[in-house]
């Protein structure tokens, strides 16, 4: 109801320029089409109330051809819209509106002959001088170049809007396609998380059931924190860090001293966002490409910079055998990143480090 009240006061306020402005064009056009007449002179020299008729048709002409020239637009624009056949639709307009021009100038000439003048209206009408006949037609000339100028109006209006909704439109497409994919791109995470930690469940149960019990519970945590976060596209770092260290303690199970972490991250830093699971993935990307044993651990490190970026920077010693990787980790961040229009990760890799540099979002 708010929306449609705004618009038809902005429909209101339109229409009010347009007729203000098109009475003051009457007399400025009327003017400079012929500056040497002494029209101005006569019309200021003649009494007060035909002075105030005078005034009172201009306003009531330039009401008529205001707002018939809006019904002729509206009207077009469902039958002959401009972006599919301009030619046609000025002509249609251009007629109609010459036709109202005419219509309107005969309404208010019949006021003038049999209202105003009276009885003798006719015959003075027709015995009028050749300068009255030539104001007249100035004043006819004037009216089509008016009415020409509200088409002109309406005309750039109605683009405008045109323009404006289908760039709305077009933005609103884009966004429910980037949600679609976004949330295609997560529900990817979740039968990946599911296998990775199943796998590891069942094995300890058969070892030890009170540790398979503790792990079930820990990971009954981190996955009920997954669903809650799952619709989201962003989510906090101190969120993420919460899940992150859940899932370092279902490592630190299953791997012992396989792997040790270091994680040091400025406290002013968790108020920024960051894809949900970024950290996960790169956690897990690191721990599928190299060894993990007692002997030589791998040591994976999560800081901040200055920039108030996350590095996370795990030491190498690859796999002898890499089983072909299944296109989620760094591919799942990278397209995220992409898709909310942010900065891409920075990767960089020697012989000792491979590190992975993620932006962090207001």
């Known amino acids: 109801m708010v929306a449609t009240n705004d618009t038809f006061i902005n429909n209101r306020w339109k229409r009010i320029v347009i007729v203000v402005s098109s009475f003051f064009l009457m007399y400025l056009i009327a003017y400079v089409l012929d500056p040497y007449s002494d029209y101005l002179p006569k019309f200021f020299q003649q009494p007060l109330k035909d002075i105030l008729l005078n005034i009172f048709t201009t306003l009531v002409f330039c009401v008529g051809i205001s707002e018939l020239s809006i019904v002729i637009s509206n009207s077009l624009n469902k039958r002959i819209p401009w972006?599919?056949?301009?030619?046609?639709?000025?002509?249609?307009?251009?007629?109609?509106?010459?036709?109202?021009?005419?219509?309107?100038?005969?309404?208010?000439?019949t006021f003038y002959i049999y209202v105003v003048d009276g009885a003798d209206g006719a015959n003075e009408w027709a015995t009028m001088s050749i300068e009255e006949a030539r104001g007249l037609m100035q004043w006819m000339v004037t009216s089509v170049i008016i009415a020409f100028v509200i088409v002109a109006v309406n005309t750039v209006n109605y683009l405008i809007v045109n323009w404006r909704n289908e760039t709305l439109r077009a933005a609103q497409l884009k966004q429910i396609a980037t949600e679609a994919e976004l949330q295609s791109l997560k529900l990817q995470l979740d039968p990946h998380f599911v296998f990775n930690n199943l796998s590891v469940l069942s094995e300890l149960i058969l070892e030890n059931q009170q540790l398979g019990y503790e792990y079930s519970e820990n990971f009954a945590k981190i996955y009920?924190?997954?669903?809650?976060?799952?619709?989201?596209?962003?989510?906090?770092?101190?969120?993420?860090?919460?899940?992150?260290?859940?899932?370092?303690?279902?490592?630190?199970?299953?791997?012992?001293?396989?792997?040790?972490?270091?994680?040091?991250?400025?406290?002013?830093?968790?108020?920024?966002?960051?894809?949900?699971?970024?950290?996960?993935?790169?956690?897990?990307?690191?721990?599928?490409?190299?060894?993990?044993?007692?002997?030589?651990?791998?040591?994976i490190i999560i800081k901040n910079n200055e920039l108030k970026e996350l590095i996370v920077e795990n030491t190498i010693n690859p796999l002898e055998s890499t089983a072909p990787g299944s296109g989620i980790g760094l591919n799942n961040i990278n397209r995220r990143y992409t898709l909310l229009d942010a900065p891409l990760p920075e990767i960089y890799q020697d012989d000792s480090v491979f590190r992975v540099t993620v932006p962090l979002l207001n």
């Open 83 to 109: 972006v599919e056949n301009p030619g046609k639709r000025f002509l249609a307009e251009a007629s109609l509106i010459l036709l109202v021009v005419f219509i309107l100038h005969f309404l208010i000439t």
């Open 224 to 299: 009920r924190y997954l669903l809650v976060n799952s619709k989201k596209n962003i989510i906090t770092l101190a969120e993420e860090m919460k899940f992150l260290k859940a899932y370092v303690f279902l490592l630190e199970q299953r791997l012992g001293q396989g792997v040790s972490f270091d994680i040091n991250i400025d406290s002013n830093c968790y108020n920024l966002q960051l894809p949900p699971l970024t950290l996960q993935l790169l956690v897990e990307n690191a721990l599928k490409h190299n060894k993990t044993t007692k002997s030589d651990p791998l040591k």
